[in-house]
């Protein structure tokens, strides 16, 4: 079957049960570069920005390990281009913003610099909860179906933005919170607002929750464990302490918890039978699944 006759591979998702625990992109570093007007599929490199400066982005971010986005928001005015740096390590996290006429002017910063001292002291430090809506739909047509009502929802809060691929079609609407880098996967339009209000309350809409980007997908199995098992929802509620990769593909991850309670997870990879994992997709992958036991 081609992939313009299958169904749309969010709907296959849902119907298979597929979880969407562990399932969030792993990244700490992250990019937002404001550009209006369409994308397409490979947005640095068409969209409205200059092709040679897209492609020194992709490029760049892909050598440091950057996660870089475009972002939008359909009423902001014709000036400068608001940009995003934001780092979202486990213990440590912040997001600022700077504003340049030219997106080519990022590439002057001293990245590899900046990395070094994780964002530190560069534009204006961003207090409030910022909050990013894949409405890709070139990428995936269910990147807009579902994200486009999505971001319709919340884009009365300010730091609210439309982006390009976050990662996980499948799961979309598709949000990412910061400065935690926390994924949340098929949101209802009616549940974002909650969500929102929820992450900015430093709690965790469990339900819709992919996972934390600084977190390998072992990490993330883990962590939804002992939230959902002992009903822990703050956000800053669980610290990371340990993680051993053992034989047989199993993990031994530990997190301590806000009373200093110490909780043990036993997690086994698994593969799934294959499948397409986009709309798109012309070949079959193997997702992965976790078997995942709390030992203590």
């Known amino acids: 079957m081609s992939p313009a006759d299958r169904p749309v591979c969010s709907s296959v998702s849902e119907a298979r049960g597929e979880a969407l625990r562990a399932t969030a992109s792993r990244y700490r570093f992250w990019l937002l570069v404001e550009q209006s007007g369409p994308w397409g599929h490979d947005a640095l490199v068409e969209s409205g920005l200059p092709t ?45 913003s700077i504003e340049v006429d030219d997106p080519a002017a990022v590439l002057d910063l001293d990245l590899p610099g900046l990395l070094r001292r994780r964002f530190k002291e560069v534009g204006t430090a961003v207090d409030e909860p910022l909050y990013i809506v ?77 996972g934390r980007s600084a977190f390998s997908p072992p990490v993330q199995a883990a962590e939804q464990e002992v939230r959902v098992r002992l009903g822990i929802d703050g956000v800053d509620d669980l610290v990371l302490r340990g993680h051993r990769r053992l034989p047989g593909r199993r993990h031994r991850v530990e997190f301590t918890g806000a009373d200093g309670a110490r909780h043990l997870v036993d997690v086994r990879v698994i593969d799934l039978a294959p499948r397409p994992l986009t709309c798109k997709a012309d070949s079959l992958h193997a997702p992965r699944d976790f078997e995942v036991s709390l030992v203590g």
């Open 52 to 96: 040679e400066s897209g492609r020194a982005l992709r490029e760049t971010g892909r050598r440091l390990g950057i996660r870089v986005l475009l972002i939008k928001r359909r009423d902001r005015s014709p000036g400068p281009r608001r940009c995003y740096l934001a780092y979202t390590g486990s213990r440590e996290r912040r997001v600022r």
């Open 134 to 210: 894949c409405t890709h739909g070139k990428h995936d047509p269910c990147c807009a179906r579902r994200g486009a009502p999505l971001f319709r929802a919340i884009e009365h809060v300010g730091s609210a933005w439309e982006c390009s691929h976050v990662g996980g079609d499948r799961f979309a609407g598709n949000m990412v919170c910061f400065p935690h880098g926390m994924y949340f996967g098929r949101v209802p339009a009616a549940e974002a607002p909650r969500i929102v209000a929820a992450y900015a309350d430093g709690r965790v809409a469990l339900e819709y929750y992919r």
